[in-house]
Structure formats: structure tokens, C-alpha cells
């Protein structure tokens, strides 16, 4: 690592919000570790970037054993620091009524979006202690607002990533490090291509359904405000007007949001 370069540890980093975070920092100068289980996602998009502003390794985020693998080759990359750490990897493969999601399948984006983001501040946490002014950043969603019909499990996961954020932002405050979180609306990711298991649903994720009704934001718009948020520690940051919108009226006028929800979804769970 070049003296006084920042360093960046992203995960999710083959597609989606990952990918144009690493390609945004790379382009600023920093030091960028990209992590993420796609192994030909992430030659994609180191050779992207270009492999001396680079480097990458496979990552389960459900396997502790995978998440020491990659601190050791990140602290060996960066010597010993970690100045931002983007908690980023996610999933939602199905959507549809819950009872028409496989349990195994659930059971999964718990252990990614969750457990993964969970280990992940175990695994990392000794490199940030060891960089002075650190941040993390997890990523939640609008979902961690505001229900989202049809992704329930996906939504859970999400609130509970920000319970996490709000509480190691208290707990970590002793090593000044900053705990933080991103909360997008619709984004261009592979989330987006969920599989619809409930028949005549007009699916949570589709991107002609969404289009219809909203706007679909740039992966890029998303890690624009990841560089924002490492610069102003803000520990909730909405990425797109529609979500502002949305906590707001969740917050202050919650029933308006469940009868907007169960009117536009009364086919399907009624």
C-alpha cells in the first residue's frame, strides 16, 4: 500500500452497488479489496479496475473461516488498515407470499444479510481499531423502513441491520470508529431479478412493475453516497427522494403506508 492511501474493503463486490462502489474509489485514489462468493464477477470487475489499484479474493460471508482468509490478505494489501469497511453483500432471490418461499430459501438471506453482516464485523473490527478515524458502512435499505410486501424475510433483515448500526454506533464510539449505514431506494442490482414464486403477483422487485410507479436509481448514485457518508458519518443515509419520502410518512403517518400497501397488494395476501 502507497503511503497515506486510503483503504476501502468491499463485499458484494462482483455486481450491483459493490462493483460501482470499488470502481468509484479505485478512480479516487484508493486502495480497494473486493470481496464477494462470484469469483468470475469479481475477475470482471478487478480487470475493470485494473489490478495495481486492486485486489480481490472469493468470499462466503456466511463462512467465519472465508472472512479471516480475506482480513489476512486485505491487512497484508493495505499494511495493517482498513479505513473504510463497506458491509455490503445482500440477496433476495424469490419474491411472492411467504408461505410460497421455500424455508430453506429464507433461511438463507437471514445468513447473508444478516449473519454475513455480522461476521463481518467480527472479522474486520481489529483492522479498523487499528486505523485512526475508521468507518463502517452496512447496507440496509428503504425496506429497513417501511414494509415491503412480498419480500417480508428480505425486509426483516433489513430493520435489523439497522438495529445493528444503531447500537455498535454507540458501542464503537470508544475507538472512534463510526458505524453507519446506506438506505436506497430501488436500485439497479441482481436484486432485481428475483424470482416470482406467487402466481398473479406483480413481484416486488420487477423492474417493469417498479418502473411503472417509480424510478430505478444507478448503482453509481449509491456509491457516490458511500463517499459522503465516510466523509460526514451520518448513521442513516436514504439514497433517492422516494424513500426520504416514505420513512417520512412511515414514521410520522404509518397507517397511510399499510393501506397504500395492503390496496396495491390486495390480490395477493387478501
Not at 109 to 119: A, K, T, Y
Not at 147 to 152: D, L, T
Not at 158 to 181: D, P, Q
Request: hydrophobic share 40%; charged share 25%.
Amino acid at each position: 500500500m502507497k503511503k497515506n492511501k486510503k483503504s476501502i474493503f468491499i463485499t458484494g463486490a462482483a455486481s450491483g452497488i459493490g462493483k460501482a462502489t470499488a470502481i468509484y474509489f479505485a478512480k479516487i485514489g484508493w486502495e480497494v479489496g473486493l470481496f464477494d462468493i462470484n469469483e468470475d464477477g469479481l475477475e470482471e470487475a478487478a480487470k475493470e479496475i485494473g489490478h495495481n489499484s486492486c485486489m480481490y479474493q472469493k468470499l462466503d460471508v456466511t463462512n467465519i473461516e472465508e472472512w479471516n482468509s480475506a482480513r489476512e490478505s486485505f491487512e497484508k494489501y493495505t499494511n495493517g488498515k482498513c479505513d473504510l469497511f463497506f458491509n455490503n453483500a445482500g440477496i433476495a432471490n424469490f419474491t411472492g407470499r411467504v408461505e410460497d418461499i421455500p424455508i430453506k430459501e429464507s433461511q438463507k438471506i437471514v445468513d447473508v444479510n444478516l449473519n454475513g453482516v455480522i461476521n463481518g464485523i467480527y472479522a474486520i473490527l481489529p483492522l479498523l481499531k487499528k486505523t485512526d478515524k475508521s468507518v463502517i458502512v452496512n447496507t440496509s435499505s428503504i425496506g429497513g423502513f417501511v414494509p415491503v410486501p412480498g419480500a417480508a424475510v428480505y425486509s426483516a433483515t433489513k430493520f435489523a441491520v439497522r438495529g445493528l448500526t444503531e447500537s455498535l454506533n454507540v458501542e464503537f464510539h470508544k475507538y472512534g470508529i463510526a458505524v453507519c449505514e446506506i438506505n436506497p431506494w430501488f436500485t439497479e442490482t441482481p436484486i432485481l431479478n428475483a424470482e416470482q414464486v406467487t402466481q398473479r403477483m406483480d413481484g416486488t422487485f420487477n423492474r417493469d412493475k417498479i418502473n411503472e410507479i417509480s424510478k430505478i436509481y444507478p448503482a453509481e448514485k449509491v456509491a457516490k453516497a458511500v463517499f459522503s457518508v465516510y466523509r460526514n458519518k451520518k448513521v442513516h443515509n436514504k439514497v433517492g427522494w422516494e424513500g426520504k419520502l416514505a420513512s417520512f410518512v412511515m414514521n410520522y403517518f404509518p397507517f397511510i403506508i399499510r393501506s397504500f400497501s395492503r390496496n396495491m397488494y390486495k390480490n395477493n395476501f387478501d
